[in-house]
T-cell receptor, first 111, second 113 residues
Framework: DVKVTQSSRYLVKRTGEKVFLECVQD?????MFWYRQDPGLGLRLIYF???????EKGDIPEGYSVSREKKERFSLILESASTNQTSMYLC??????????FGSGTQLSVL | DQQVKQNSPSLSVQEGRISILNCDYT??????FLWYKKYPAEGPTFLIS?????DKNEDGRFTVFLNKSAKHLSLHIVPSQPGDSAVYFC????????????FGTGTRLTVIP
């Protein structure tokens, strides 16, 4: 089974802090994704990466950046956290022509 | 602009009865559709998918129907069980090789024992 591990289940940060969310996958998948889930809005794509050091903006990239230095690890960075970034963050991975596999999510609260 | 829509935010069904979750899409380029199930504090898990060359796909208690002309798909769960209580997301892709999925807003299913 594919394992997608997100470093934290719950995180509380203050406005203006720099926040790192880490995601690691163990199946050598090419593609990795960061989504956020908000009630009534579904899952919205923030960024994705199709290879090491490659990244593409999703639907809502503003206020976020990403890093993929190794194939198995994809990091989401909130440069200066704001209260409207309080959300559930979901990392996902997939190989070409296959379905997405999700991590358990990180519930981030920005106070 | 929401390209995949789930117009019912919630649905309650008695145990043993049929649950029908609906999903509409607007982009005619979508040709691969998936349903995901999400429990609280967990990531979504894949449930079932369908390619646009089919109009039905069945996996145990779960069946997905696709009506391309109406740009509509539905997930049927028969019989519904209390463990099916979760949020269900419909997702669409412009091809199995595409990198992104477009998700609906989700429908919370409650199965009443």
């Amino acid at each position: 089974d594919v394992k997608v591990t997100q470093s934290s289940r719950y995180l509380v940060k203050r406005t203006g802090e720099k926040v790192f969310l880490e995601c690691v996958q163990d199946m050598d998948h090419e593609n990795m994704f960061w989504y956020r889930q908000d009630p009534g809005l579904g899952l919205r794509l923030i960024y994705f990466s199709y290879d090491v050091k490659m990244k593409e903006k999703g639907d809502i990239p503003e206020g976020y950046s990403v890093s993929r230095e190794k194939k198995e690890r994809f990091s989401l960075i909130l440069e200066s956290a704001s209260t409207n970034q309080t959300s559930m963050y979901l990392c996902a991975t997939k190989q070409t022509n296959e379905k997405l596999f999700f991590g358990s999510g990180t519930q981030l609260s920005v106070l | 602009d929401q390209q995949v829509k789930q117009n019912s935010p919630s649905l309650s069904v008695q145990e043993g009865r049929i649950s029908i979750l609906n999903c509409d899409y607007t982009n005619s380029m979508f040709d691969y559709f998936l349903w995901y199930k999400k429990y609280p504090a967990e990531g979504p898990t894949f449930l079932i998918s369908i390619s646009s060359i089919k109009d039905k796909n069945e996996d145990g208690r779960f069946t997905v129907f696709l009506n391309k002309s109406a740009k509509h798909l539905s997930l049927h769960i028969v019989p519904s069980q209390p463990g099916d209580s979760a949020v269900y997301f419909c997702a669409a892709s412009p091809g199995t090789g595409a990198n992104n999925l477009f998700f609906g807003t989700g429908t919370r299913l409650t199965v009443i024992p």
